[in-house]
């Protein structure tokens, strides 16, 4: 069964450092999205991404957050500088686009990776 | 603003007995998705179930069905025949399609499963 793969599964870095975060989304799916989920909390959206440029954004995306899709298969979330508040876990989702399959316009199922735990000492 | 509210932090359950997990949802769009995610200790979220909100009819995917009361604006997730690998977190999330494709999660129900 196709699935979402991230690397790595783990990162540490230093407070200021730059990471960058990898997904292989399921190949025939044209939407993918960063979400985080800070240890004990609900899963925060970050950004969906689609065509090749950022669809929405929330709050928690700023200037130090950005996306891109490199080749045809990878998806990466860089952070250029990382601060202690941005431990969490990371995951990258993709999905189908609208209109295949049934259950309306709100059916765009998206499946998660397994994450990336990122640790900023 | 939309929001989506899991009111039980932590639930039990015996093995083989069926279990509701509660979510209620707020909105004032009238297109929207419902959707179970479920995350066990190794930490992947793994979706099981869709609502939508034209939907006449409950989803129900093998042991897992979707107990779908618009008018209370709730979309319970009832496990049955629990499994002990069904202990894991339970997310609620809810998508507004006038609003985007951002998923707009819960806080989460733990559940354990007793042999």
């Known amino acids: 069964e196709p699935e979402v793969t991230q690397t790595p599964s783990h990162q540490v870095t230093q407070m200021g450092q730059e990471v960058i975060l990898r997904c292989v989304p399921i190949s025939n799916h044209l939407y993918f999205y960063w979400y985080r989920q800070i240890l004990g909390q609900k899963v925060e959206f970050l950004v969906s991404f689609y065509n090749n440029e950022i669809s929405e954004k929330s709050e928690i995306f700023d200037d130090q957050f950005s996306v891109e899709r490199p080749d045809g298969s990878n998806f990466t979330l860089k952070i250029r500088s990382t601060k202690l508040e941005d431990s969490a876990m990371y995951f990258c989702a993709s999905s189908t686009p609208l209109g295949q399959g049934t259950g309306g316009a709100a059916k765009n199922i998206q499946y998660f990776g397994a994450g990336t735990r990122l640790s900023v000492l | 603003a939309q929001k989506i509210t899991q009111t039980q932090p932590g639930m039990f359950v015996q093995e083989k007995e069926a279990v509701t997990l509660d979510c209620t949802y707020d909105t004032s769009d009238p297109s929207y998705g419902l959707f179970w995610y479920k995350q066990p200790s190794s930490g992947e979220m793994i979706f099981l179930i869709y609502q939508g909100s034209y939907d006449q009819q409950n989803a129900t995917e093998g042991r897992y069905s979707l107990n779908f009361q618009k008018a209370r604006k709730s979309a319970n997730l009832v496990i049955s025949a629990s499994q002990l690998g069904d202990s894991a977190m339970y997310f609620c999330?809810?998508?507004?399609?006038?609003?985007?494709?951002?998923?707009?999660f819960g806080k989460g129900t733990s559940l354990l499963v007793t042999p």
């Open positions: 999330a809810m998508r507004v399609v006038n609003s985007g494709y951002a998923l707009n």
